[in-house]
């Protein structure tokens, strides 16, 4: 597709709800025909969408956002010509920008996202539960009730001898796959919590953590050293080496090579 198709309606399949307003116009790009048309049915099911938009480019949408107005741009990240990241940077100089959701089948540009104040990063195959939490995250934003950028800290339930403990996000230094359960590191413990990784990294992209390997999670501000040896990269997260991935290693490089910069020019 070349440009953007008709405006789909919501048909209001799924049961209304109070707290779905506002009701959201949302544009939905794609390069891929099928892959358009299911996002843009799945957003048109949705209790909290009015109206969806298609656009089969990154042009096709540009040219969309400078006819009429959307609430929220649910879109993919690898597209030919204007990317879903170009479009992204493009939209940050708009004086006022629509919450953007990045929907896409490569993980590997969640830092890049997480640098553009994405609300949210949703993997295909897409399921309806983790579209509908996107939505719902784009509905709270563009009501007031969520900033574009959480700062809140979050607290975890963890179980350390039968007693349930409420653990801070803000201590967790990095976090491990085991399975369908994730194991949480602080600098004095560790708690097994049956969340699985993939979930934490979507839920706490918005809290700087960033995935360095299929399974580990960490938190970008407690990263104190980098090192490259031998073909292999490891980060040193409060004491611990962790391996990053090849698949990780560049954004992940170029995200804290672009966080040291202001530090660098201060001091010299």
Known sequence: MTGPASTTEAHGDAPSSPEAAPLLKVLAVDDEAPALDELAWMLGRHECVRQVVPAGSGEAALRVLHEEQVDAIFMD???????????????????TQPPIVFVTAHEQHAVDAFELNVVDYVLKPVRDERLDQAVRRVVR??????????SADESIVVELAGVSRLVPRSEVLFVEAQGDYARLHTATESHLVRV?????ADQWR?????????SSLVAL??????????????VVVGGHELVVSRRHTRALRDLLVRRAQPLGRAGS
């Open 77 to 95: 990240v690898q597209m030919p010509g204007l990317s879903g990241l170009d479009l992204a940077r493009v939209l940050s100089r708009f004086t």
């Open 141 to 150: 934003q563009v009501s007031g009730r969520e900033p574009a950028a959480a």
């Open 196 to 200: 699985p990784l993939t979930t934490l």
């Open 206 to 214: 918005e809290a700087g953590f960033v995935r360095i390997h299929r």
């Open 221 to 234: 501000g407690h990263i104190s050293e980098w090192r490259t040896e031998g073909g292999r990269t490891t």
